[in-house]
T-cell receptor, first 114, second 116 residues
Framework: GAGVSQSPRYKVAKRGQDVALRCDPI?????LFWYQQALGQGPEFLTY????????KSGLPSDRFFAERPEGSVSTLKIQRTQQEDSAVYLC????????????FGPGTRLLVL | AQTVTQSQPEMSVQEAETVTLSCTYD???????LFWYKQPPSRQMILVIR??????QNATENRFSVNFQKAAKSFSLKISDSQLGDTAMYFC?????????????FGAGTRLTVKP
């Protein structure tokens, strides 16, 4: 079956622009995670959805970051008024249920803010 | 908060040889999961192996095995018969299941190069 997909794969934005990053999880997966991966670092947690409910957004670095999953499948991470420090790879992961399940990652969106 | 430490930023190994990647973590929890993920250059992260903390037996997946020392909070990955395709970044990750989240905490990674 299809894995987790993300689009776009690459995004170049001018500082101050808004961007929207899309994640299509594996069909039927309840849990969806967004992570931010800076160059040469491990991923860091941003936010978590269980179906359409955003249960944890403690990792979002500022109120410029917003995520949604309105129908419990596709999710969008939106960054408003992008800053250079937002440049990173944004990874989406999904898992079938909740407790202790393996997370399956998408290829990521590489965002470069100029 | 849980922290994960990978003390080897880079390692290299000759093809067909064995290499061990180190990982330590800090937690006061007794129930948790540990993972090793592989991230090849410009490719997506894939699961290598996982370990449930309540299991004493070390997990094994073909050429990959772990040495899980719960008391020492150590979780090393051994790759036997290394292949060129094993060249990648390897990340150790910790997960504490909670009712409202199951996010993973990752180490900084170890870049492994397999040489022909």
């Amino acid at each position: 079956g299809a894995g987790v997909s993300q689009s776009p794969r690459y995004k170049v934005a001018k500082r101050g622009q808004d961007v929207a990053l899309r994640c299509d999880p594996i069909s039927g997966h309840v849990s969806l995670f967004w992570y931010q991966q800076a160059l040469g670092q491990g991923p860091e947690f941003l936010t978590y959805f269980q179906n359409e409910a955003q249960l944890d957004k403690s990792g979002l670095p500022s109120d410029r970051f917003f995520a949604e999953r309105p129908e419990g499948s596709v999710s969008t991470l939106k960054i408003q008024r992008t800053q250079q420090e937002d440049s990173a790879v944004y990874l989406c992961a999904s898992s079938l249920v909740t407790s202790g399940e393996t997370q399956y990652f998408g290829p990521g969106t590489r965002l470069l803010v100029l | 908060a849980q922290t994960v430490t990978q003390s080897q930023p880079e390692m290299s190994v000759q093809e067909a040889e064995t290499v061990t990647l180190s990982c330590t973590y800090d937690t006061s929890e007794s129930n948790y999961y540990l993972f090793w993920y592989k991230q090849p250059p410009s490719r997506q992260m894939i699961l290598v192996i996982r370990q449930e903390a309540y299991k004493q037996q070390n997990a094994t997946e073909n050429r990959f095995s772990v040495n899980f020392q719960k008391a020492a909070k150590s979780f090393s990955l051994k790759i036997s018969d290394s292949q060129l395709g094993d060249t990648a970044m390897y990340f150790c990750a910790f997960m504490k299941p909670r009712y409202n989240n199951n996010d993973m905490r990752f180490g900084a990674g170890t870049r492994l190069t397999v040489k022909p």
